[in-house]
């Protein structure tokens, strides 16, 4: 017996300590959840009304973007068929939830309980939960499987693959489902509905024009149930054999491969663990009132958006993931009508601050910066008649461009928020720092 | 295990490596590599730059596979095994141009190295492992593949679930590990840097978080690739202990590379000498320090007037 293996045996703690901490994260996740869906309506004044819905898009985006940091930040495989992942998922669960509905219930429309309730007010109308959030629930681990299963697909001929050939064989996977979909025909009605046994129906997926049809169950509450799964799972993962194994994998194959980690076995993982969280980010999608489920939506151009949250947060922190998701889907929002402009930067320069310890970095010069010119151009816009709104796509990209040169490791480079605390410890101030060690 | 163990105590080799041949194209990088190395035996590997030394270690590790040959570690072949499982029979070895995981901190680099001795894969999957050059009939390959993959996939989403739910299992593991990882730092001097990223040590303390990681596998054979490069007299001398040492504390059986021949003579009980991908000398440093084939090798030829 290994003295390591006898070691862990002992070190096992007591069962109701391991279930405690076992259920923190998960209960935390759950009770958010429903939190959200209670009162995300009371959340923002009328006037940001628009914001309940783009808190629900920031939510299934830090689920694209968490899931795709563990392909592209933590086994650093570069992965552009996020999209497709995330339309098999969107387009299984559709089908699942449209004619599923119909088999189930004789209509298509929702039959959930309060937490798929769209309507306003959310309060407690009906009952908590009923049989459509049971099936909803189910549709969308169904959605996360079959996109788990082209995660295997995708990864077993990537195994040998690196660096540009495998974006490319991703690039391809992606548009291979695009077309698939393009080519199907569009959603069976509700009459024509019985004329077709469930294997023809797999043709009716709405073709170019998309999926129309399927009950809307998407709520805050199952988009930020998810996403903190994702979050968690994302996390207990990197602090596991796991998470550890991908990055040594990232850092240097062979000599990954000489201390016994089966880098092809653990590539696969990845895209597998990846994609189930891409295709339930895609079910989520699907499901949204106002989002079309077609098959341009899901394109190569939706890949590149995960990548610069990923890219933008910095690859392989999960916090970074987390706030470039919710960076590049607020911004371009935000940006329509800039409002709070002092507020938001002076956030942002102190969290700045706190990272370079409280000393002028460039990331703080940049975010003063970018605070002192978003407010010159309010300024201009409300004063000589700007259109800014129009405008907003430029200085989107330009923002990107700004933070891409002046922190190109990301914003949180390959650590998490909470290792500001680690490198307070490590260096005191004053000492000077080894090149790169601080983000 | 039980029959490996009689093997060893029958006097044989722990790691026997018998007529090994690698040729890229036409050149024969490794011709007829025999090598045997008792249980903690002390071993130089030494020849001209080019000579195929390094190249003995891929063959070892699998990072390439032999033309012909074979390599025993206790009795079983590992030639034709893929690198990650060579490192689960028990063999770890440093490289000659340090491949740390730079942007890890010190104590993951360790960590993640832990991975193969906490319990997880019984002893039987991976020796049911499919070898790439088993020469039986193709149904019965593919079978036995199909089979090992059906295992594998079923450990593995185990192992998942554990992780995700963070079991009791997987707390003891990790906490083994972490205890594991620092004691192993604290023995090479490297538990006061342990949070720093492996980039940042100073050249000397990256080459001896090498060697912490690859003893993180529980190694019973140790593969050094130029352990001494680099490095002044006195870090020298320090790593000349260090390795005597490992050797007693861990066990261990050691083959070691090096260029600088003071230093393998100085601790090496044995030693061998490449040329040419061929095994021109081997015995003890005083034999070897007065083969003229070694002279040669190292000094060339001797000039027909200095006879």
Known sequence: ?439 | MNASEDHIAAGAPLLDIRGLSLAFGGLKAVNEFSLALRPNALQGLIGPNGAGKTTVFNLITGVYRPDAGSILLAGRRLNGLKPHLIAEAGVARTFQNIRLFGDLSVFDNVCVACHLRTGRTPAAMTLAAPREDAPRHIAFRAARTGAHALLHMALTAHDLATVLLRTRRHLGEERAIRERALHLLSMFHLDHRKDELARNLPYGDQRRLEIARALATNPRVLLLDEPAAGMNTQEKRDLAGLIRRLRDEFRLTLLLIDHDVGLIMDICERITVLDYGQVIACGQPSEVQNDPKVIEAYLGEPMPHAE
Request: include cysteine; aromatic fraction near 14%; charged fraction near 15%.
């Open chain 1, 1 to 439: 017996m290994e003295l390591l293996a006898t070691r862990a045996r002992d070190y096992r703690p007591p069962t109701w300590l391991a279930i405690l901490r076992g259920l923190l994260g998960p209960t935390i996740v759950v009770l958010l959840a429903v939190v959200l869906q209670r009162y995300s309506k009371s959340l923002f004044a009328d006037e940001y009304r628009v914001w309940d819905d783009v808190l629900l898009k920031v939510g299934v985006n830090v689920i694209l973007a968490v899931s795709l940091n563990i392909v592209n930040g933590y086994t650093g495989q570069f992965s552009i068929g996020h999209a497709g992942f995330m339309a098999v998922g969107g387009y299984t669960a559709a089908f699942l939830s449209y004619y599923g509905s119909f088999a189930l219930w004789g209509d298509t429309m929702p039959h959930g309980g309060f937490l798929s309730c769209v309507s306003e007010p959310a309060e407690f109308v009906g009952r908590f939960a009923d049989t459509g959030d049971a099936w909803f629930l189910l549709v969308l681990l169904a959605a996360g499987l079959a996109a788990a299963l082209a995660g295997v697909v995708v990864g077993l001929p990537s195994i040998r693959l690196r660096g540009d050939y495998l974006a490319i064989v991703t690039l391809g996977f992606g548009e291979i489902v695009r077309v698939l979909l393009d080519s199907t025909e569009g959603t069976l009605s509700a009459e024509e509905i019985p004329e077709h046994s469930w294997a023809s129906r797999a043709h009716y997926l709405g073709g170019p024009m998309g999926f129309f049809g399927q009950p809307f169950y998407t709520t805050h509450f199952w988009v930020w149930l998810f996403a903190g799964v994702t979050i968690l799972t994302a996390y207990r993962l990197k602090a596991s054999t796991f998470g550890r194994a991908f990055l040594a994998i990232r850092e240097n194959e062979v000599a990954a491969q000489s201390i016994g980690v089966s880098t092809t076995s653990y590539k696969v993982y990845a895209f597998v663990i990846s994609a189930f969280f891409a295709g339930i980010a895609g079910a989520l999608y699907a499901h949204q009132l106002g989002n079309a489920l077609a098959p341009s939506e899901l394109c190569y151009q939706k890949s590149f958006d995960v990548i610069i949250m990923v890219v933008i947060g910095g690859m392989g922190s999960i916090t970074g993931s987390i706030l470039g998701a919710v960076l590049v889907t607020a911004l371009p929002e935000w940006l329509r009508q800039p409002t709070h402009v002092w507020h938001v930067g002076l956030a942002m320069i102190l969290v700045a601050l706190a990272f370079s310890r409280f000393r002028v970095s460039r990331t703080v010069v940049l975010m003063a910066l970018l605070t002192a010119a978003l407010e010159l151009m309010r300024f201009l816009s409300l004063h000589y008649e700007v259109n800014l709104e129009r405008y907003r796509m430029i200085l989107y990209a330009l923002s990107l461009i700004a933070f891409m040169l002046l922190r190109p490791q990301g914003f949180f480079g390959v650590y998490e928020a909470w290792d500001a605390v680690r490198f307070w410890r490590l260096r005191p101030r004053g000492k000077t720092a080894a090149v790169g060690a601080t983000p």
